[in-house]
């Protein structure tokens, strides 16, 4: 992955009052799902940049009931877990998925907040494997709807924000020039287990996921195609040999030129704003084949 800037940590602990910190989201959407009215149709998974799919959105595009379910730092463990935390507290059959990706896929390892909330354990084989108790531990976090999205006054506030776009973007790209040589290395084997695993649950549950690559700011792209884009060409090849075991569709959202988007929609060096996401899920909503239907 972009290790040079890309990966956020999420660090761990409690706030005061016995909720999650403002910078934890697992056992908050954990929380979120405990608490759905209906199970949602189709659900969002990712990492922090996935976050501006808004659910309400998807619906007026797909017209299923939906969910956004990234979190921060969001890693394959935490996509596995989500994905069969709602199968258990939220069934639906043949649900759809759209989980956005960074270029290298590999996630390594389980972050130790996801490990740290006791309906995760059994999933990823910490304790004896059973049926989690659907419930809630945490009162709400007042920063989040029932759906997953953002409220409207937490949006104004979140910590993507740049107070300058152009010098964030400057900085990566003189990073990636600097630091190129740490972007070769070939992925371990090992880091793809947890992304095999929620694609095989999927799969077994009747689902096609939508992988979506994320958006890069294009002046980072440019830098980074400059110096080969090995993590991209990694995940290429290993996705058209996962195509002969799992079923999925593969968008492209890297490129902004794309999609429609814009290389000043960013709120900062790596994340999108709500606006380029909106022309983002248009064009997966295109171009997802039957994945959707």
Known sequence: MLALALALAAPAGRAAGGRPPPSEDRSTKLDLISRLSSPPQLVVLGSSRSRRAEPSYLTTLTGLTAFNAGVRGGTAADAYVLTRYLADCAPVRGRRYIWFVDAGLATSGIPPELSADPRSRGYLGLAPARRPACK?????????????????AYKRILPEHAADLAAEVARLVKSVRLHHGSLNAVPDPKQYVWFERTLAFMNRQGSEPIIVFNPIQPKVLAALRAVGFPARTHSADYLRRLHRRYRFVVVDGEDVHRWGGSANDFWDATHIDYANMRRLLRYVVAHAGGALR
């Open 136 to 152: 809630a531990l945490f009162p709400p976090d007042g920063r989040h709807t029932p759906d997953g999205s953002y409220t409207p």
